[in-house]
């Protein structure tokens, strides 16, 4: 499995609190990405990162900001968080390459996010 | 987003072949990839398929594309209830830098 940790796994929070997830790669891979899970709808783009302190937006961006000053970091932050933030992050890399199919991407274990 | 679609539900009985459907929109996918989700986990590379190619095999599952429909498939052969979990297919799209759109999720159940 590739390298990658999300942390905390799983998190409560009031509406109007910041709230900042991490990720964490070992594969040293260049992409890196941010999704959201919930019913109905898959998963879905919030923010991607194609090196250190590059970024772009996905299709789910509004009410997210993220960073990425190391490789291996991606960080997600919600500066204040609402009801209909609540959700399943994963995060996901990529090489653009790989055994998977280029571009394939690995990801990691998720955090559950309950905004109250 | 692009449209990516999939039925919800499927069961199966142990040992019959199952049949995951996908259709997509976009006829610029360049790879069109099957993940696995089993509960509380993250999303599990299965397979993929370039989108100039009609079929892969890998093991029991067999992915077929028919790019006129714009319609994908996953075949489970000789399914086990291990493989009770949901999967998702997903295009990558080259005019949107390789980004990838997931298809609802069919949750597969194994029936013994």
């Known amino acids: 499995d590739a390298g990658i940790t999300q942390s905390p796994r799983h998190k409560v929070t009031e509406t109007g609190t910041p709230v900042t997830l991490r990720c964490h790669q070992t594969?040293?891979?260049?992409?890196m990405y941010w999704y959201r899970q919930d019913p109905g709808h898959g998963l879905r783009l919030i923010h991607y990162?194609?090196?250190?302190?590059?970024?772009d937006k996905g299709e789910v961006s509004d009410g997210y900001s993220v960073s990425r000053s190391k490789t291996e970091d991606f960080l997600l932050t919600l500066e204040s968080a609402t009801s209909s933030q609540t959700s399943v992050y994963f995060c996901?890399?990529?090489?653009?390459?790989?055994?998977?199919?280029?571009?394939?991407?690995?990801f990691g274990p998720g955090t559950r996010l309950t905004v109250l | 987003g692009e449209d990516v679609e999939q039925s919800l539900f499927l069961s199966v009985r142990e040992g019959d072949s199952s049949v995951i459907n996908c259709t997509y929109t976009d006829s610029s996918s360049t790879y069109l990839y099957w993940y696995k989700q089993e509960p509380g986990a993250g999303l599990q590379l299965l397979t993929y398929?370039?989108?100039?190619?009609d079929m892969k095999q890998d093991q029991r599952l067999t992915v077929l594309l028919n790019k006129k429909d714009k319609h994908l498939s996953l075949r489970i052969a000789d399914t086990q209830t291990g493989d009770s979990a949901i999967y998702f297919c997903?295009?990558?799209?080259?005019?949107?830098?390789?980004?990838?759109?997931f298809g609802t999720g069919t949750s597969l159940t194994v029936i013994p």
């Open positions: 594969e040293n891979h260049r992409y």
């Open positions: 997903a295009e990558s799209i080259r005019r949107t830098g390789n980004q990838f759109y």
């Open positions: 990162s194609y090196g250190v302190k590059d970024t």
């Open positions: 398929i370039f989108s100039n190619m």
């Open positions: 996901a890399i990529s090489d653009g390459a790989g055994q998977g199919g280029p571009g394939s991407q690995y």
